[in-house]
């Protein structure tokens, strides 16, 4: 593979060579300073250290650039740091004195040791803006790591992203490289982009698990480009500004930006104006630190200092992963057992068998003989795009071996279902069960799989040779893998030799496991403390290892998992992380030398049990006249849109994808009488907007008002005052509330409300009903009845940040609608200063008629729950609850995963149209929030059921699931069902989604089959 | 040892027998305060120890044993406690664990249910808990809250205030470096001894020991050179911890800054105020409204005398009563806003803004759901108030990084730093602050 090692920076090393001086002025003369420095009568030296280039300027006693540089510091801050400072005294300073001053998130350990000034980055920044560029209203600025924003002007303000949002340049680079293209190249396709795909922009991780897939679905890579710019935008606005627009003159900095004219481009767009990118933009930081002034240092002692420096903090180190070489060794040894058996392809082999596994970001090819011998193989990374490397290796099989009778195929992975139609593959099936057919080749009783690969991983739990249980990460913990390798890239190494690097790690860094773009920072707080590239690297193999078990199995102990152990993925190929998971959990276990062939292998193996006469296979001459054609179209189909990817091959054959039902495919409506949110939301719609002779007010239709819809609908209705109801969410309406948003890490449906909120006051209203309130209806399950706080008090949040509500009026009051006594003359109080004709006798008759429809609708929901179940188990059909909140119903919530589980032909329920079939029950938690009592409910109920199975829907960030998740695993495990959940957040892309929800259904039908 | 006593929903009950043979480990959030409360119920015949482990490994263990994406301060109190269970220093058949349980509609009711699950993955599952709670929750036949009891650990709380009150405001500005902590540390013993004998609690002792305490503190040297002011607001665990915040208020001194950390107090004030608003609000909870009532009246009492024995020294910034601060905050959040540290919390930064305090670190555990409405969610309401307010919120995890935190500190160092100048230079329009310039002042 081509790696793209230097991304985005190497740019910056062809821009050295160009203007790496400037023409010192010669002559008495100078011309008008470029900085008019006050005080200082000497040079100034301005080290700028982020957290992967380090940029050094120096200024004349005037304040003329004299000299500017930037190079990639590849963690080795001090070395690169006094090699700087030696040429910056032998060509420039010549002997004579100069201030020196640092800033930069890397620089700041560094400066404080050494004793020299330091200036927070973003400060400096200011400073030089207020120089440089008298007049700026806003400063955008992008680093490898940090994204800031700095008002100027309207009272100064400055921003920087918080920690969830963290890595912006190393984002892009990290996208450009899955793309197998540069920085630059990625620019230049991006002017060519004819349209944009939704990513997700709550942070790196979220975004790449959009592109991920788009890259195996076939979209044009210009397309995804242009996209990955405009989610960068977006993570940037809805993280930082925070409600304040940003208006006037904005400047952009920082490497990103200077060398991505498209980056800039979708700024401008997003914006609507027209930033300006001024001369110098990468060195405004460094220049801004020299501003401050300072006295004259000794170069050679603070390159003296420097070269002594020792961080005095140290950082949490680990044990070594190998004691001594002896434990290497044996390690070795044991490992080199698990081989599997080859053969060599001949004439004589007969019939061979072919498994492909499509991964995320690589692509397995592996064939086999009769007898599961292997034969061939082939391991190779996708470069964002299958198609071509299967149609490589299977036109080399068939030059190089013509006697090849291929009798069957089958095809895993996230691009099974494009290669199956590209190829014509026989069989498509889910990555677990092709996962656990090739671990039982390998080892009969195996009782527990994990799987690491590049984005995924996946961990199954095997009793009575069936999958038991299945454990996939959420996003959160995606990308492990592939982090590893493209980490080692950015440092200039494979994955391989940087893997290696950790084997003989004295103290590995401790680098915490909650997401790689917090490792990522890790790593940052690590060099600053003066960790070793050895010991960064055992840290990141710990790392991922500790995500799989703390966060995706949720284990302390070995023995919760079993006693026959397989490991496999092509992370496990690295022996430290192999070695990390041994250590971690105090056992052996066995990884196949074919580890990252498993899927494949697997593939290739159920190929085989299918007994085919014949594969259906493209053959040698349908090969030769190949064409893969690529087109995007918005499908139309439903309310839904979906931007839809169709490629083109000869003969007619096409694929469609990015769909999220099968409609466009197979042109039939899926079955939406077994969809209990489908028939939620057709009821919500009808409580459409009104007239009244009161006036009217705007109702936003998220969070809790999409269960208490009916309930003030009609409740405004009898009083005679109109409502505006706004739509279901949609991507345009996000974005329309985004720049408001004050915390970037609340949960999604919280967000959406500021697009609500803004819509309504587009259509005019200056009147907005929406309440506060801590209690919800108590309906006996549980031990309390709250919302949760988010539920209960968002209202506060909208009122303190939209700059729309500050002249229209939001009604936030707190109500208790569990108190309907009291409930009538709370309201009537609130509503008395808009309505002051309004009277107590009235509002009590609304408030009882609203009740009542509340009910209704409740019950109406039942009702067709019942309808749903019956008609089901006629038809002998699954039955899904789908348990969320009732907000979940919102199609851009639940981005149609209630579609999507329809259309594999089972029944789809919420989790309130059965929670109130079973009595309170006592919970290992506190259970005192009335959604999530209804969420344990319905999980009691369908242990008691078996044709039923619990899906929990958990919104990111919701920090109440954190609690309700383990307590709803649990009362499912104990009812022998299996536990799913889907962590939802602005990611369209339903690929992780589906394997998900194939493999829960394949393991109930596998458990059915075995007679369980 | 025998089989633990249950319930009928299977929790291990402390009992009688226990309160004699069983030391109960307490887990640590605020030095000072929580050193005297220890004090209340050693007199009080528990066997009471109060934890001093920190660092890495208390978070390891937390990530091992609670669910990562729990909040950060139930992560760090539960990895505490089996951090010490682990430690081998303590005998696991005569050991138990106190936690206090909120019974509010945030996530930080249910910490002693997952202490508990945790326990059991941490084959502890034989050890007792006991909830710490005003509500009546979980009953033990061994540990009875008193209302002797209740007065003498609010009496803790208020010392304890007081001398954070103080010391913050002395500490920075000492010519004698160390008097103040040796001046805290004093008292603290002073007041433990009294406590442990079941003295110092009363209305007359309190005032006393408070008006001595202010006395002492007035007499410390101080060399008042201008410094940046910041206040430190936030959820109470990792806003008062040091294991929780990184050591936020250590670093906040070394980068010469005076902090200002709002006492417990007001928090203990406005959870039973929320009953109160309650019933309001909701009409519910009559009873429970009229004994929260006489709870207010007798908090405010202390809360007075608190804010008397400061009044007799002005050089001393003397928190603003509770009631005062409910009327900073009128327009901008609803008193019904309760969970987690609600409308309180913004009032908080309000009144830092009122005393001069208008550099504040708003701190919060990574996705805590109710500081994203009274904390980050009222920032913007705030500076529309105040445009000098200089308000960072930074968010504690057990990944997120010490070097990002002190970046983004240092950024609201940066500005405060430069604001601070400026009030020089227009109080001395003619020259930079010198050395000459800044007086000593001692009080005495």
Known sequence: MHLNTFGIFGMFFHMEKQCRFYKPQIGGVYPVSLLEMERSKIMQIGLDIGSTTIKAVVLD????????????????????????????????????????????????????????????????????????????????????????????????????????????????????????????????IAQESTKTYTIASRCGVFAKSDIQPLLNQGALKSDIAASIFYAVVNQTIAGLAQGRPIAGQVVYLGGPLTFLSQLRHS????????????????????????????????????????????????????????????????????????????????????????????????????????????????????????????????????????????????????????????????????????????????????????????QDIKCFKIHNGAIDNIFLNEACSSGCGSFLQTFANALGYSVEDFANLGIHADHPVDLGSRCTVFMNSS?????????????????????????????????????????????????????????????????????????????????????????????????????????????????????????????????????????????????????????????????????????????????????????????????????????????????????????????????????????????????????????????????????????????????????????????????????????????PEKIHQGLLPYFPDLTLHEVRQAAKAAYREYQQYMEKVRQQGDVIIQKARAQGQRIIVLAGRPYHVDPELNHGIDKLIASFGVAVITEDAVSHKVEKFPTKVLNQWTYHS?????????????????????????????????ETRSILEDAGKIYTQIKIDEITNLGAVKIRLRSLLAAIDQREEEGR | MSEPIRDKNGRILFTKEMKKTHTILVPMMLPIHFGMIK???????????????????????????????????????????????????????????????????????????????????????????????????????????????????????????????????????????????????????????????????????????????AADFSQIMLNRVPKVKVGVVGEIYVKYSALGNNHLEEFLQSQDCEVMVPGLLGFVLFKTDNRLEDHKLYGTGFWKSKVCGILMNYLTKMENALRQAVLKYPQFVCPTPYAHMKTLVKDMIGYGNKMGEGWLLTAEMMELLEQGYKNIVCTQPFGCLPNHICGKGMINQIKLHDPQANIVPIDYDPSATKVNQENRIKLMLAVAREELAAQQEQANPSAQVTESQRETVSVG
């Open chain 1, 523 to 823: 790593v940052k707080q690590a060099q600053k403390d003066g960790a070793s590239i050895e010991n960064i690297s055992a840290g990141l193999s710990i790392s991922v290892v500790k995500n799989a078990l703390y966060k995706v199995i949720r284990t302390a102990s070995p023995s919760q998992l079993g006693q026959h152990i397989v490991v496999q993925g092509g992370t496990f190929h690295n022996d430290a992380v192999l070695r990390a998971f041994e250590q971690e959990l105090g056992v052996s276990v066995i990884r196949p030398n074919i580890a990252g062939l498993m899927g494949a292998y697997g593939a290739a193996l159920y190929a085989q049990s299918r007994k085919r006469d014949h594969s259906g296979i493209v053959s040698a001459q349908e090969l030769a006249n190949f064409t893969h054609q690529v087109q995007t179209v918005h499908c139309g189909l439903c309310s839904n849109n979906c931007q839809l990817t169709v490629n083109i091959f000869g003969g007619g054959r096409k694929y469609i994808s990015g769909n999220r039902c099968e409609r466009p495919v197979t042109k039939r409506v899926t079955d939406e009488t077994l969809n209990l949110y489908e028939y939620k939301r057709r009821l919500l719609a009808g409580y459409g907007s009104t007239t009244g002779r009161r006036g009217t007010v705007g109702l936003p239709l998220g969070l809790n008002m999409l269960e208490l819809l009916p309930f003030w609908h009609r409740f405004f209705g009898c009083l005679d005052i109109g409502v505006t109801v706004s739509p279901f969410s949609d991507r345009e309406m996000y974005l329309k509330g985004q720049a408001s948003i004050p915390s970037d890490t609340v949960c999604f449906p919280a967000k959406l409300l500021h697009g609500h909120v803004q819509t309504l006051l587009d259509e005019g209203l200056n009147l907005i009903f929406y309440p506060c309130m801590s209690y919800n209806f108590d309906e006996g399950l549980g031990d309390n009845h709250y919302n949760c706080p988010v539920v209960a008090y968002y209202p506060e949040v909208l009122a303190g940040n939209m700059p729309g509500l500050r002249t229209s009026h939001l009604i936030k009051d707190y109500l208790g609608l569990h108190q309907p006594k009291v409930f």
């Open chain 1, 61 to 188: 006693a005037q304040g003329q650039l004299l000299f500017k540089t930037y190079r990639r510091h590849y963690s080795q801050i001090t070395e690169n740091a006094i090699k700087l400072l030696e040429e910056i005294r032998d060509t420039v300073l010549k002997g004579e004195p100069a201030s020196l001053s640092i800033t930069g998130s890397a620089g700041m350990g560094l400066a404080e040791g050494c004793d020299i000034p330091f200036v927070q980055e973003v400060y400096a920044t200011r400073l030089a803006a207020n120089r440089l560029l008298p007049g700026t209203d806003v400063i955008i600025e992008l680093g490898g790591e940090d994204a800031k924003i700095v008002f100027l002007t309207g009272g100064v303000e400055a921003r920087m992203n918080g920690s969830c949002a963290g890595g912006t340049g190393a984002f892009i680079d990290q996208m450009a490289t899955l793309m197998d293209i540069t920085p630059d190249e990625m620019n230049t």
């Open chain 2, 39 to 213: 004090n209340v119920l050693l007199h009080e015949g528990y066997h009471v120890e109060l934890l001093q482990n920190q660092g890495p490994d208390v978070v390891q263990t937390g990530l091992k044993y609670v669910h990562n994406d729990t909040c950060y301060p139930a992560l760090l109190v539960i990895g505490q406690l089996i951090n010490a269970l682990d430690s081998g220093k303590y005998d696991l058949d005569h050991t138990a664990l106190i936690i206090t349980q909120t019974g509010g509609g945030c996530r930080a009711s249910n910490y002693i249910h997952l202490l508990r699950k945790a326990l059991v993955k941490a084959g502890y599952e034989n050890v007792p808990v006991i909830s710490l709670n005003l509500s009546g929750l979980e009953r033990n036949s061994g540990f009875h809250i008193t209302i002797p009891m209740i007065r003498k650990m609010v009496a803790g709380a208020v010392y304890g205030d007081l001398l954070m009150l103080l010391s913050n405001q002395t500490r920075p500005y000492e010519v004698v470096a160390g008097e103040t902590d040796t001046l805290v540390w004093q008292w603290v013993d002073r007041l433990s001894a009294q406590l442990n004998q079941g003295k110092g609690y009363n209305m007359k002792a309190l005032t006393q020991n408070l008006d001595a305490i």
């Open chain 1, 267 to 454: 700024f401008d767009v997003t914006l609507g104006l027209t930033g300006i990118c001024p001369e110098n933009s990468l060195y405004y930081v460094a220049i801004g630190s020299t501003l401050g002034g300072g006295d004259p240092v000794d170069i050679d002692q603070v390159i003296d200092r420097l070269e002594h420096y020792r961080p005095t903090e140290g950082y949490h180190a680990m044990a070594p992963l190998f004691e001594n070489e002896d434990e290497y060794q044996e390690f070795l040894e044991r490992h080199s057992r698990s081989v599997v058996e080859t053969a060599q392809l001949t004439p004589e082999t007969g019939k061979v068998f072919l498994g492909i596994d499509a991964g995320s970001t690589t692509v397995k090819l592996v064939l086999i003989d009769r007898e599961g011998r292997l034969l061939l193989s082939q391991y190779s990374p996708n470069s964002g795009n299958p198609v071509p490397l299967v149609q490589a290796f299977l036109e080399k099989l068939y030059a190089q071996y013509p006697y090849v009778e291929i009798g069957g195929a089958a095809v895993t992975g996230y691009g099974e279902d494009l290669i199956r139609n590209v190829f014509n593959v026989d069989d498509g099936i889910v990555e677990t069960v092709a996962h656990f057919t090739a671990a039982r080749k390998f080892m009969p009783d195996v009782d527990f799989i994990i799987d690491i690969g590049g």
């Open chain 1, 934 to 966: 209804r969420l344990y409910a319905a999980a009691r109920y369908v242990g008691t059921q078996p044709d039923m199975n619990l899906v929990q829907l958990v919104s990111f960030g919701c920090g109440v699931d954190a609690i309700t998740t383990d």
